[in-house]
């Protein structure tokens, strides 16, 4: 194990639907992999089969059953199994033994709704006008899985509908389905994403020359502070020299105005640059935004441990290749 | 009508006899050959070629995946000299990776925890 690196993690941010965090002290490799595992290969619920029984509204029974698809399915475990993801609790329904389909490999989802039924419900001043079937109006037979409406709070309380809406209904039609989600990734269909945003950025090392920021104006120097359109670049009051902003990483987008404009202040033309914004290259500024199917955090330690059992037998496979 | 399975793309074709990983040695130059990972993709092509190349042992490591529709890549090894075979780099390549996973695991479990405790707030979600 002589190659072994021990990266760190800074976190910079949670909330339940968004993590920020720096993962430093490894390889882009590693930072490429944990991404590419959080789109497309963390295991979420997601309707996969829809048996309609009646449908007469204006959607037809395929766009419906799209649409349903996409909802995001959030897997929220009991409390002896936090931290947990739905990995523990489900089966791929293709390694299931059963014959068709069980509680252990699906959840199924009830939805009847009738405009003339829930019409004299409404109140005076919405009779008549168009119902909109929602999320909410699909019925699990598992309380742990259930449809992710919002994705906070602050949302739910902005929002007109009540949840993800699925189809708008008219005087005398009728939707009346089975929706049966299963657990997938979304190597087989996006609509497994846990993830809506997962992107890493490059840390910025932003380094000044400081024996050739010497040789110039002090005219000169606010010249070059003000070129750049991040503003990543101040003027040294103690010094007189310029330095980075504090914040200077997140507000960098690696734009080329200051590497051309300081240029024309050169005396010689192939004297060394004053500043240099270079990418680092094991350093990386994640963001990981949820669909509302998991919190974020949950969906890193859950990429982590993907990528854990993969390595490992990936290793067995290798392995076995030795004895041979 | 003549789409693949959706599930050819991760799941190993067990009925005609599918295997994860194969290797075949180079037939012109010494201590090289290729592994051919079934099921794999950039994901972890990228992560072993450049753990390998950070191995003194490797003299080249690289990888490809032939066609977007197929599912599978190659990776070629070639070692510095006959005492280590490209079997044995990859293992130990994946086995670094393996730890290195492990400890981010447990970095991410702590560093989480204590921006928890920190910050003080209760991170359950409303719904």
Known sequence: MPNQRFPKVQILHIAPHEIKFILS????????????????EVPTMAIDLVEFHANTTVLNDEYIAHRLGLIPIRYQPPES???????GAFLPHRECVCYERC??????????VSFDEVNPLRAEEELMAPLTVS?????????SVIPAHFLSQDEQDEAQDAGVAIVKMGPGQKLKLKAIARMGTAREHAKWSPVAVATY?????????????????????QELVDICPDRILEIDDLTG??????????????TEDIKFHQDSLKKRKEDDDFVRIEHSADKFIFTVESTGVMDADEIVMSSLRVLKDRLNHLAQEVENLKDM | MNAPERSSAFLLDEDSGEQKCVYTADTKVTNAGTFRLNKEDHTVGNLFRMQLL??????FAGYYCPHPLVH??????QTNNSTVAPVEVLGSAIEDLANETDHLITQFQESIETWKRENDTEMTSQF
């Open chain 1, 25 to 40: 002290e490894t390889d882009v490799s590693v930072a490429n992999t944990l991404r590419r595992i959080m789109i497309a």
């Open chain 1, 81 to 87: 199994m936090k931290g947990e993801d739905c990995n």
């Open chain 1, 103 to 112: 509680p252990r490999c699906s959840v199924e989802f009830e939805l009847d």
């Open chain 1, 135 to 143: 999320s909410q109006d699909l019925k699990t037979n598992n309380e």
């Open chain 1, 201 to 221: 950025r490059f840390w910025p090392v932003i380094t000044i020359n400081e024996e050739q920021v010497a040789t110039l104006t002090m005219e000169q120097k």
């Open chain 1, 241 to 254: 020299s310029i330095k980075a902003v504090e914040n200077a990483w997140e507000l960098s987008t690696y």
């Open chain 2, 54 to 59: 950070r191995d003194p042992n490797v003299r």
């Open chain 2, 72 to 77: 599978f890549i190659n990776l070629k090894i």
